[in-house]
């Protein structure tokens, strides 16, 4: 089956630090991937929807330049998180639809990315 | 409509026995609904789906329920193993979006 990976899978850093997560889809090309935030005992919540080739579509509430999305090829989607706070700990999951099916049973998510800010 | 941010509840179950999850839905447009497994610290797995022109599919050991009358979803798995312990999210898509809702926790006991 399809198969989404993202680096790292982990990651910790010191306040104020920018850190990107790459979200790539392995075997299918990718036109709309999906960047997802969860934070603990929660539900994924839709962050941002990122088309390749264009400017991602950010949800309500969410900074599009705090968390800055580049989908520069099919298959490959990079969340960046700008000067990064505690706060901002969570985990990042993101999904990537595949075109080549019809509707959202084509929608692989990836394993996520946890980071720790401190 | 958004997902809110609950504290997950917890469906504790025999191994060998049943597990409904329910889940109740917001959008009364939403036309397809699927039901995702989670483990800890991985992405969501895909469990299965249903279209809102049924109100039954079932895959091997699972069995989704659409009651559309009062926006109400279940996931049935049938004779519950150790390895179905994760979370379930279901999701409702409306458009172009996928909704998660708040999640339950299945905890197995062997």
């Known amino acids: 089956g399809a198969v989404v990976s993202q680096h790292p899978s982990w990651v910790i850093c010191k306040s104020g630090t920018s850190v990107k997560i790459e979200c790539r889809s392995l075997?299918?090309?990718?036109?709309?991937m999906f960047w997802y935030r969860q934070f603990p005992k929660q539900s994924l919540m839709l962050m941002a929807t990122?088309?390749?080739?264009?400017?991602?579509?950010?949800e309500q509430g969410v900074e599009k330049d705090k968390f800055l999305i580049n989908h520069a090829s099919l298959t490959l989607s990079t969340l960046t998180v700008t000067s990064a706070h505690p706060e901002d700990s969570s985990f990042y999951i993101c999904s990537a639809d595949d075109p080549s099916g019809g509707g959202f049973e084509t929608q692989y998510f990836g394993p996520g990315t946890r980071l720790l800010v401190l | 409509g958004e997902s809110v941010g609950l504290h997950l509840p917890t469906l504790s179950v025999q191994e060998g026995d049943n597990s409904i999850i329910n889940c109740a839905y917001s959008?009364?447009?939403?036309?397809?609904f699927i039901w995702y497994k989670q483990e800890s610290g991985k992405g969501p797995q895909f469990i299965i789906d249903?279209?809102?022109?049924?109100d039954k599919r079932q895959g091997q050991r699972v069995t989704v329920l659409l009651n559309k009358t009062v926006k109400h979803l279940s996931l049935q798995i049938a004779a519950t193993q150790p390895g179905d312990s994760a979370v379930y999210f279901c999701?409702?898509?409306?458009?172009?979006?996928?909704?998660f809702g708040g999640g339950t926790r299945l905890m197995v006991k062997p």
């Open positions: 999701a409702e898509n409306a458009g172009n979006m996928l909704t």
């Open positions: 990122s088309n390749e080739g264009s400017k991602a579509t950010y």
């Open positions: 075997d299918f090309q990718a036109t709309t």
């Open positions: 249903i279209r809102s022109n049924m």
């Open positions: 959008n009364s447009a939403s036309d397809y």
